[in-house]
Each structure stands twice: as structure tokens, then as C-alpha cells.
């Protein structure tokens, strides 16, 4: 791995922990071949822990998939059934990064996604938005993070073809992650 070149001004070492209040877990998959449904995860937490060094920070994190929010109630509903997402029986998802990386100007982390039972190693693309105070006396960091992953790579591999050619719901889902993060008081 190499080491990150750009410095991030008030960088600190340290444990923080997600704020799921101004935090957002959020995905995009496309619809009907014709638009793009979005929906969040509301409840979900995680630690991030930044190393001396940028390259040697970790992330740990998980979701729970019945917290899905997709705007409409009953599409939710059959999103958290067997059919797709199986909340009864797999009702958390994590990521555990396994590192982090530059990649010219920007950084990547490397992790573990696990859903439904499945882990796969999913490519992170991290942009920090921030280090500094807060209004109660301490310090917050900000992330931007997204990547693209496959559905069917996890178990979510319901088939629903439309008259003609196409799908209903499509096999790639767009992540995007929002994070801001509490630094732990020692």
C-alpha cells in the first residue's frame, strides 16, 4: 500500500464513532430499464479508526436491512422478504475494511461486504470532507464514499423480467455513503 500524498489539514489519529444522525447509507438501482429508484438505511453505526498514518486506519460497520426506506411502504415490505433482502433470517449486514489505499489524488479502502450470508470484497472510493470542532467540544470528521456492486453476488438474485427484453429491478446498485464521525475521548 502506498501512503496518501495529500495531506488532510487537522488529520488526527485516533477512534471515532458514526454519528447516524448526520450520517446517510444510501443506494441507487435502476427501475423498470426506464429510471432509478433511491432508498437509506436508517439505522446503522460503526468505528473508524484513523492510524498515524492514513493507510493504516480501519472502518467497521453494520446495517440493519430492515431499516430500509425506499419512500413506499409496501415495496419495502417485499424488499425485506425472502424475495430479495430475507431480513428474517439475515438481518444485519457489515463491512470490515481489510485496508486503505492511495490511488494517484484519491483514496480507496478495501473491505469485506457481507449480505445475506455472503461476503465479498467491495472497493470503497473515500473522499474526507473534514476534520474539525464541534459545537459540544469535540471533533468530528467527515467521509463521502461510494461503489457499485452486482446483487446477485450476494443472494439477491431474484429474477423479474419484463414482457419484451429487460428487467424490473436491475443487477447493479449504486452505494453511496455519507459519514460523520464523533472522535472518542480517550
Known amino acids: ?21 448526520h ?16 432508498g ?3 439505522t446503522f453505526s460503526g ?16 446495517i440493519d436491512a430492515a431499516s430500509i426506506d425506499t419512500g413506499n411502504g409496501q415495496r419495502d415490505n417485499h424488499v425485506r422478504s425472502a424475495d430479495f433482502f430475507d431480513v428474517q433470517n439475515y438481518p444485519t449486514w457489515t463491512f470490515r475494511s481489510m485496508g486503505v489505499r492511495a490511488d494517484g489524488a484519491d483514496l480507496v479502502v478495501d473491505g469485506e461486504l457481507t449480505i445475506k450470508g455472503v461476503t465479498r470484497s467491495v472497493p470503497l472510493a473515500v473522499e474526507v470532507g473534514g476534520i474539525g470542532p464541534d459545537g459540544s467540544g469535540g471533533t468530528r470528521i467527515g467521509f463521502s464514499a461510494t461503489t457499485t456492486i452486482d446483487r446477485n453476488d450476494f443472494g439477491v438474485d431474484i429474477k423479474m423480467p419484463l414482457d419484451g427484453s429487460g428487467v424490473v429491478v436491475s443487477d447493479k446498485v449504486q ?5 460523520e464521525a ?3 475521548q480517550e
Open 47 to 62: 468505528e473508524i479508526v484513523t492510524g498515524e498514518d492514513l493507510t493504516g486506519s480501519s472502518v467497521t460497520a453494520s
Open 175 to 179: 452505494i453511496a455513503l455519507e459519514i
Open 23 to 38: 450520517s446517510d447509507v444510501s443506494f441507487t438501482v435502476r427501475h423498470m430499464m426506464v429510471s432509478k429508484v433511491r
Open 182 to 184: 464523533v472522535l472518542r
Open 40 to 42: 437509506r438505511f436508517g
Open 1 to 21: 500500500m502506498s501512503t496518501a500524498t495529500t495531506p488532510i489539514p487537522g488529520y488526527l489519529a485516533g477512534t471515532w464513532d458514526i454519528d447516524p444522525v
